[in-house]
């Protein structure tokens, strides 16, 4: 599904990513894992095409895409949650899902019915504006106009931070869901505890560098990996 080779990432003269490289396979949930500032947002945002990397190459369906631009990333099946969410905060939730909605050959595919059946709590909210949702809500908000747009690949940066127990609780459940419906998830965490339990593998970032990737039953076992690399 996705092939990151070796990208090199910069913002200005700052070298953010070093030859950072890793793979998601179809219907399978990968996590990348780090500390905060380990380099976890601006992989995704380079895989998206915000921050494209100046060297390296990342394939997606066998596509070589680096460097598109996030709208091209979007119609080649790509769906991204932003850490910071980022609704349209002067529009209703309905609203921010209708403009973000891309057609989906077929009768599975996701549209606002089946966004709203899928969060039921975002069903009452549909004509209040995104602004003065709560935390959670906006999450569900975010991830709901991810999938309207029809993704193979869905990357998810930071999707539980700052959410309420059992919000967290919630939104695994959902992300599962996701994966039984054979939708492909990267996963940017620095909860590794929720990371371990949603996912098949796992990788470690840490100052830009990628220092570890294996089987989540490895990394559960590496308790010295996980001391180093996760720890604060």
Known sequence: MLDVREINTYYGLSHILFDV???????????LLGRNGAGKSTTMKSIMGLTPPKQGEITLKGDRVT????????????????????VFADLSVGENLEISARPCQGSDGWDKERVYG????????????????????QQMLTIGR???TNPD??????????????????????????????????????NQNVALRLSDRAYIIDNGHIRYQGSIEELRQDEAVRQKYLLV
Do not use: N, W
Not at 118 to 135: E, I, K, Y
């Open 21 to 31: 490289s890793l793979s998601v396979h179809k219907g399978e949930i990968v996590c």
């Open 67 to 86: 460097g598109c631009p996030p709208y091209q990333m979007c119609r080649r099946g790509v769906g991204f949650v932003p850490d910071d969410r980022r």
């Open 118 to 137: 899928f969060f039921p709590a975002l069903s009452a909210l549909d004509r209040r504006r995104a602004g003065v949702l709560s935390g959670g809500e």
């Open 146 to 148: 991810a999938l309207i």
């Open 153 to 190: 690949l869905l990357l998810l940066d930071e999707p539980t931070e700052g959410l309420a127990p059992i919000i967290v609780e919630m939104l695994e459940e959902k992300i599962l869901e996701l994966k039984a419906s054979g939708l492909s998830v990267l996963l940017a965490e620095q």
